[in-house]
């Protein structure tokens, strides 16, 4: 327990020595209930605590831009919650020690969207993928790229089911163009053999 906070139950304002600063409820000398704490380097955390850790439903702001808003344990993201990306992209869904991990949708500052699963803050298991450019693509992820069974649809009207490692048709699979025509069979990294 820090020396200045030792004893404190209640609402109070306390400005720490590093300049960081807490407006909140107090319990035994932690934050405990609602507070907003304010880091000298201009991050803002507004939600609930519990034993001096952020735990509970919380909003957190940092410096870059970046914000989250959802569920909280022990100090870290854990729960649900959504987060909106200093690059414009914004993530909704299961969080896991600070990690995407889950259930979840990502949307992209291009109109790009993928929902599905994540495992590590990456794509991984099954999942649908919805480009800017119009392509779809629905199946299994692995670390972060079409990898294992899935079915690609192209804006020109082709389309591939099959199977594909790291994003490239590979192993069998049918491809039909946009007129129609079918090909059936074997491809490796991307071509036809």
Do not use: P
Request: charged residues 30%.
């Amino acid at each position: 327990m820090r020396t200045e906070t030792k004893g404190l139950n209640g609402k109070h304002v306390l400005k720490y020595n590093c300049k960081d600063e807490y407006d909140g409820v107090f319990f035994n000398g932690q934050k405990h209930g609602k507070g907003k704490y304010k880091w000298a380097n201009g991050d803002q955390y507004y939600g609930d605590w519990k034993n001096d850790y952020r735990e509970g439903k919380g909003h957190m702001r940092w410096d870059d831009g970046c914000e989250y808003y959802g569920d909280w344990q022990n100090d870290t993201i854990e729960g649900k919650g959504q987060m909106k990306f200093d690059d414009g992209g914004e993530y909704y869904g299961d969080w896991k020690n600070n990690n995407r991990e889950g259930k979840g949708h990502m949307k992209w500052d291009d109109g790009s969207e993928y929902y599905g699963d994540w495992k590590n803050d990456i794509r991984e298991g099954k999942g649908q993928m919805k480009w800017n450019n119009g392509c779809e693509y629905q199946g299994d992820w692995r670390q972060n790229n079409q990898t294992g069974k899935g079915q690609m649809k192209v804006a020109d009207g082709s389309s591939y089911d099959g199977d594909w490692i790291n994003g490239q048709k590979h192993g069998f699979g049918v491809y039909q163009a946009a007129n129609g025509e079918k090909y059936y069979g074997q491809w490796v990294f991307d071509k036809k053999i």
